[in-house]
């Protein structure tokens, strides 16, 4: 065990931001998937698909998330499946924020006045091609904002797969404090490399927020 | 019940669960790379399985799910053995000393269990100290039991604990590298050697296992690891 | 699937669960009462209070909504005794859910307090009401009313996130979990027992936090009356 | 053989019975306005005509086909009759042209040039051939009302129902809208509309329709309506108005 | 001496001069109607009047004493000048009761059961005495009015400002609101009001002011400025409010 200076600390930091951010992008990415999927479902025809959707959600929003990577990583390992740390954390990252992913846009939907879907149902569309001409895109506009600003939280999420052992930013920092003793030090710049990640992120949803507001045009 | 060993040799690779918490047996470099007692362990158990290594960070509290959910092979986490694990998993024969003590600064005062009344103990969850101390500690210590080594030795080392329960080893690296608080060991809870776990009913694995440590003990390889990072010979009696 | 579910640990471990939900109650009562009066007092300072007070608010509610909570709780627990500032982890996990409940909820607050319509503060000042005395008297309560279904909601979200404080040692429902299965070994078990009692306990909150919001602000209940 | 045939119409939300027993047959080429009290359930009518509510009892046909609730027939029935809102309800992602060409190209599947020329000859006959480009956002709410009419028409409707198509425009845009209305009658167009524009009904339409509470209480041309109101509630109503 | 003076007073919006010297004595006792086109400046001066707009330039004083723009004098103004407003601007969570007793207890630190005594008595004035217990949203727009007006008496101002304080109303809801104006006037209440209601202004006020682009342009007796108004721009705006 040598001597780790500041710049270690900071290099290997950032190394392990790296997973953070890669980690972000897999959970975003396929809760963003999995979320359209369910939005379908959520809002469609099929009444049991939407009580299905809507526990599904309840759950996931009504629990902790660091549950949920436990049960991601110890439930899915008695499946017979070989759980690696990265497997359990993308499962569960995206399980979850699916979960909420559809409950912002599913408020998108609903956010859209009901003479749209009186008007495409007057000139004869059937519900596919309502959703798919009239509604979703104005819908798709309005959720931007929040979508944005819901990806903070996820950057902020995948924090917590350092207690499943994942090795992304926090993880490594808390290796580091202990192997330097500067849990001031180490514990700080972890803060500040999320506030680099996620500031940006939520200054934009702000920034678009405002935008919307001004000028509601295509 | 498949056959573990042949699994191995079938796969061309081993799933070690090791620690990164836990200086001198596993830590980290400057380049994040595990090392240590424990790791040189599993390296030397797959060389002579003729198979790759995986090293598979873990932590004391999980370990053993690691192990039952078969995310690892064999964990080489200087794990001690007792009956309620035992009846879990299985251990091979030990492979290296553990003598886990309680520490504090030079300053506090405590020779013996008993004195403990009162103060407040770090210790690692589901660790052997755990174990041991939960069972010899006074009713009013207060045992704060943490997630993983990191957890108990910077608790320690911010103040946030009187005194830990630990290896008199990883104590000693601990003072090696300078702290702002140096430990001193108050008084020894068991003489706790390491055995490598795994899961139960695989007479093969464990009969391979044990000839591997045989050996190693009888040619000198393990004494060199102890020296390399205990910094002494490998005890006769283990 | 060769896993046997095995639940026999629940007669041994109860104790444990019981001591570990209460302290998750405890966490929770006070982060959100003390972490609203946090909220509220920033909420004042962003909208109405001096310049640099707002600014400084700024920053500690940006700084807090950008970094995740364990970081805060890690900071906050193995950092700040590095500068002598030293506190218990019960202690150190209830600042941690304060401070960041203060910050959530000084946003939601705030945008409660925006949509207060102007004539509502000019009718205070008219009446001689000092500024404190109306956002006092006048602005506040409205203002909370109407926001209070998002602040309940992030009340139960504090309450999820605390589950990370069994990382410094406190004893809650998450470390309820933890300590039993690194004693039965039934990991999948424990967790999902937890999980479940966390679901309990979020609709039990959400459901107590808006009958709260009825109590307090009964004009709503009388005007449908 | 009449266009829209409805018969012992009955519609309720809940417990409250909204429409309780509407007769109305409206032949090929008729102009009829629906006037009433506000409540008295003309857009109730209007919407169960377009099947935009279920009914509860009694049978609606159009050009002979039987209105049913599936998918299949409703669209069947929404080719046939086109409907134009107080909120004009335009798409605000699509340009005006865009409005018009949607429901054609998804519809009625005609190809694109095909569409886009229909747009053209529809906006042009509501007087705003300039603005095929222009979003919903851009225009005035005539101009809005209007493009929403050159939408209905560019799927060939046999009846258009209109409810109060004016109410939603400040009162300098109400002539442009009217002016339309009163061209698609002049050419013929079978026209069932709800207004509260009494001198543009008397002027235009081929027979006024009271509703009150429910029920059609009177009707007959609009010489009749206005002039000789049989009932006392017709008589307020149109002391009511002026 | 006078109860209100203002002196030359200037008030911009940024660089739109909206007040542009104004000068006006209202003594105890008087009866002030401020008319006038909408934009002309009339709210503007009743809020420079009450404190919640600053000035740019001249000098208000009441009862006296200068208007200075610090807290502390801010408040004693306001005791002594009361202001009602279009919108009511009632304590949407408080009862009518504890809306007038709000200010007399933080602000005049009343004890409560005096609040009460006095809440009592003013909403009695106002003919309200059974609403106490009211929320404003159980109350109608003209209730609402009076228990503002209850709620600015029962702080014992010297006089009273009201901006269009029925113009929020329907029309069925005006002259209850404006006969407890009426009864103030009589009882010697000193009041300037901006109003539309020239019928009510010609009949309760000892004065007209008329404003016009941010200037008083013409005052006098009622009789005289609506019998025999000076300026064009004067009979214009009567001609057209009729
Ligand atoms: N979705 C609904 N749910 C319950 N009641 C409704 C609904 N839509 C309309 N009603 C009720 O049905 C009655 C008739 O409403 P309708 O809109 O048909 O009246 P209208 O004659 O068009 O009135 P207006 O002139 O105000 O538009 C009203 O009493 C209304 O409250
Ligand atoms: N807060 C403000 N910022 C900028 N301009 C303002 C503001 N308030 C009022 N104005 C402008 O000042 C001018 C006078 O406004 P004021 O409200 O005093 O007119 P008014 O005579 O009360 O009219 P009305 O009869 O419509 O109430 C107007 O041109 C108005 O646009
Ligand atoms: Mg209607
Ligand atoms: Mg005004």
């Known amino acids: 065990m040598s001597q780790i200076g500041f710049a270690d600390i900071l290099w290997n930091l950032i190394m392990a931001a790296g997973w953070t951010v890669v980690l972000s992008l897999i959970s975003f990415v396929g809760g963003g998937l999995l979320g359209i999927v369910l939005l379908f479902a959520r809002i469609g025809k099929v009444s049991w698909l939407r009580v299905v959707v809507k526990i599904y959600t309840e759950v996931f929003q009504g629990t902790p998330l660091l549950m949920q990577l436990f049960l991601a990583f110890f439930g899915l390992g008695l499946l017979g499946i070989d759980v690696p740390p990265s497997l359990a954390a993308g499962t569960a990252l995206i399980l979850w924020t699916a979960a909420f992913l559809v409950e912002i846009w599913r408020g998108c939907v609903s956010a859209i006045a009901k003479g749209q879907w009186e008007a495409s149902a007057s000139l004869g569309m059937t519900y596919v091609e309502q959703m798919r001409h009239v509604i979703l895109p104005q819908a798709f506009k309005i959720s931007i904002p929040p979508t944005v600003g819901f990806s903070v939280q996820v950057v902020k999420g995948t924090a917590l797969t350092s207690i499943i052992g994942f090795v992304e930013v926090t993880k490594a920092g808390t290796v580091l404090a202990n192997a330097t003793f500067q849990p001031f030090t180490v514990y700080g710049l972890v803060a500040l490399i999320y506030f680099i990640l996620c500031y940006p992120l939520s200054l934009s949803a702000k920034a678009l927020e405002r935008k919307m507001n001004v000028t509601h045009r295509h | 019940q498949a056959n573990a060993l042949e699994d191995i ?103 013996e269990a008993s004195d403990l009344s009162g103060k407040i103990i770090g210790v690692t969850r589901g660790s052997i100290e755990d174990l041991e101390l939960t069972e010899v500690a006074p009713q ?68 391979k296992l044990n000839s591997i440590i045989e050996t190693a003990k009888a040619d000198g390889d393990l004494d060199a690891i102890s020296q390399k990072w205990l910094g002494m010979p490998l005890p006769a009696d283990l | 699937m060769s896993y046997q579910f095995n639940f026999d640990w629940i007669a041994t471990y109860w104790p444990v669960f019981i001591a570990g939900i209460w302290m998750t109650i405890q966490l929770i009562v006070v982060g959100g009462i003390v972490g609203i009066a946090l909220g509220i007092l920033c909420a004042w300072a962003r909208s109405e209070g001096p310049k640099w007070l707002g600014f400084i608010t700024a920053i500690y509610v940006e700084l807090i909504r950008n970094t995740p909570f364990l970081i805060q709780l890690f900071f906050i627990f193995y950092g700040l005794p590095a500068l002598g500032f030293r506190m218990t982890e019960v202690q150190a996990a209830m600042l941690a859910m304060v401070i960041n409940l203060g910050a959530y909820s000084a946003e939601i607050i705030r945008a409660g307090l925006e949509a207060t319509p102007k004539g509502q503060v000019e009718a205070g000042a008219s009446l001689a009401l000092s500024p404190l005395q109306t956002f006092r008297h006048v602005v506040l309560v409205p203002a909370l009313q109407k926001i209070w279904p998002a602040l309940c909601s992030q009340v139960v979200i504090v309450m999820l996130g605390s589950s990370v404080v069994s990382q410094i040692a406190v004893e809650d429902l998450t470390y309820a979990a933890n300590f039993t299965q690194s004693r039965s070994f039934r990991a999948f078990e424990a967790y999902f027992v937890s999980t479940l009692i966390y679901l309990a306990l979020a609709i039990a909150l959400r459901f107590a936090l808006l009958a709260l919001g009825d109590m307090i602000f009964a004009t709503k209940r009388r005007a449908t009356r | 053989m009449s266009l829209i045939a409805i018969d012992a119409l009955k519609k309720s939300y809940g417990k409250t019975e909204v429409l309780k027993g509407i007769d109305l047959h409206v032949k090929q080429g008729e102009v009829i306005a629906l006037i009433g009290k506000s409540g008295s359930g003309k857009s109730t009518l209007l919407r169960c005509i377009n099947g935009l509510e279920q009914i509860n009892d009694g049978a609606i046909s159009v050009a002979g086909e039987q209105l049913i609730n599936d998918e299949l027939h409703l669209r069947a029935l929404r080719l046939k009759v086109g409907m134009i809102f107080q909120q004009f309800n335009l798409f605000p992602h699509k340009t005006a042209g865009q409005n018009v060409m949607l429901a054609q190209q998804v519809v009625k599947k005609r190809p694109k040039a095909d569409a886009v020329a229909m747009a053209r000859k529809m906006l042009d006959r509501v007087g705003l051939s300039d603005k095929f480009d222009s979003y919903p956002d851009q225009l005035s709410g005539g101009q809005q009302q209007r493009v929403a009419i050159a939408r209905a028409l560019a799927m060939e409707p046999m009846a258009l129902l209109c409810d109060e198509v004016t109410s939603a425009l400040d009162p300098e845009l109400v002539a442009e809208v009217l002016q339309v209305v009163r061209d698609l009658a002049a050419e013929g167009m079978t026209l069932v509309m709800v207004t509260h524009e009494m001198a543009f009904a008397r002027d235009v339409c081929s027979r006024v329709v009271f509703m009150h509470q429910g029920r059609i209480h009177e009707s007959g041309p609009p010489e009749q309506v206005f002039n000789n109101p049989q009932t006392p509630e017709l008589r307020s109503f149109i002391g009511m108005t002026g």
């Open chain 2, 140 to 207: 009013d210590a207060t045992l704060k039991r943490y997630e993983d080594n990191n957890g108990t030795i910077s608790a320690f080392l911010s103040g946030q604990v009187e005194a830990i329960a630990t290896g008199n080893v990883v104590a000693a690296a601990l003072i090696e590298r300078n702290p702002p608080k140096l430990p001193e060991m108050k008084f020894l809870i068991k003489n706790s050697p390491c055995y490598i776990g795994f899961n139960e009913n695989q007479p093969e694995l464990m009969a």
């Open chain 2, 9 to 111: 040799s079938a796969a061309g690779k081993i799933r070690v669960a090791v620690p990164q918490d836990f200086p001198p047996f596993g830590s980290v470099g400057a380049d994040m790379a595990p090392q240590g007692y424990d790791i040189d362990m599993a390296a030397l158990i797959a060389d002579k399985l003729g198979v790759d290594l995986e090293l598979v960070p873990v932590t004391s509290a999980n370990r053993i799910p690691y192990l039952q959910t078969k995310k690892v092979d064999l964990v080489i986490s200087s794990m001690g053995k007792n009956a309620e694990r035992d009846a879990v998993i299985d251990f091979s024969e030990p492979y290296a000393p553990f003598y886990n003590g309680v520490f504090a600064p030079a300053d506090v005062e405590i020779t």
